[in-house]
């Protein structure tokens, strides 16, 4: 399903999911803008991108902090002059008991994870709507869609991107964009390692065992790779799935089934 000349940006895609994802959009032939909060880990990105022979850019931009994303859309509109595509990938997790959470990591959490996506999404949208075509997708969760112990901030962010992905995906259909949300489940990243240590600080388990436990209750008897969840991003990004808006998409290995 070769694209060529399309322009993707794709937020935190400097490690795991995004990183899978950017090179997923780059093997569809489409050039891909690596933005993230950590500039060396997109610049690595980009440099695989480049090795793919698609063109990319890295750009350094915290998605909560609304300069940092005009930037980074004045950069992409200077280099590539339009864009097809953003993908918002960009996310943090704070695992704890909600009497424990303070109030500026609510804060912090809702911010990167939620208002993140609003900002993202609301200047990319300027451009889809005078191009009269384009795509968002949003990553949520599955905690988008099941709230769980000590998650219940991040949860309350990720159901947010769901009803954000329903609302955009109404308004912008007139333009010709649509607008989806992917759902993962226990992926194998670097978030996940972060999140067994801090599970198992909680419950008295050893590195490895709050995984391995989560990974019990998926029907598929696995986690999911990133590649896993950029091969469905690829697809919603496609010429493949024009008839899809407003969708909240599992991959959770049969985890979450609604
Ligand atoms: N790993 C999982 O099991 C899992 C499951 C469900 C959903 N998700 C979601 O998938 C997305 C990617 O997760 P991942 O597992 O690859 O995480 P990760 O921590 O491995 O990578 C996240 C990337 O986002 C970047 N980032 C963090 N804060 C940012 C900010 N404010 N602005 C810009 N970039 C920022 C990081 O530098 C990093 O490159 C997140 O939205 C996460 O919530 C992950």
């Known amino acids: 399903m070769p694209l060529n000349n399309q322009i993707a940006i794709v ?18 032939g489409k050039d891909v803008v690596v933005s993230d909060i950590n500039l060396d880990s997109a610049r690595k990105t980009a440099a695989k991108i480049k090795s793919l022979g698609c063109q990319s850019l890295a750009i350094k931009a915290d998605v909560s902090n ?10 992409t509109r200077e280099k590539f002059g339009r864009i ?4 918002n990938n960009a996310g943090i ?18 911010d990167v994870d939620l208002k993140g996506v609003f900002l993202c999404s609301k200047m990319v949208a300027r ?17 988008g869609k099941m709230g769980t112990e000590f998650f219940a901030g991040y ?38 390692e972060m999140v067994d240590g801090e599970l198992g600080k909680r419950l ?10 989560e990974i019990e209750k998926i029907p598929l008897s696995r986690a999911g790779t990133a590649e896993d969840v950029a091969r469905v991003v690829a697809f919603l990004a496609s010429s493949e799935a024009e008839y899809m808006t407003g969708q ?11």
């Not at 937020?11 to 569809?28: D, F, P, R």
């Not at 609304?66 to 950069?75: A, G, T």
């Open 11 to 28: 937020t935190g895609g400097g490690q795991g999911i995004g990183e899978a994802i950017s090179i997923h959009l780059a093997k569809q």
């Open 66 to 75: 609304s300069r940092d994303i005009e930037k980074m859309v004045d950069l």
């Open 84 to 87: 097809d595509r953003l993908v």
């Open 93 to 110: 997790v704070i695992v704890k008991p909600i009497v424990e959470l303070e109030e500026e990591e609510w804060d912090r959490l809702i």
């Open 127 to 143: 451009i889809m709507i005078n191009q009269k075509r384009g795509k968002i997708i949003n990553i949520s969760s599955s905690s």
């Open 155 to 192: 949860a309350a962010a990720k159901f947010g991107v769901i009803g954000f992905t329903q609302g955009l995906a109404k308004e912008l259909a007139r333009y010709n964009i649509l607008v989806n949300a992917v759902c993962p489940g226990i992926i194998g990243t670097k978030m996940w």
């Open 204 to 213: 008295g388990l050893a590195k490895g065992r709050a995984f391995q436990k």
């Open 248 to 258: 909240a998409i599992n991959v959770t290995g049969g985890m979450v089934m609604h």
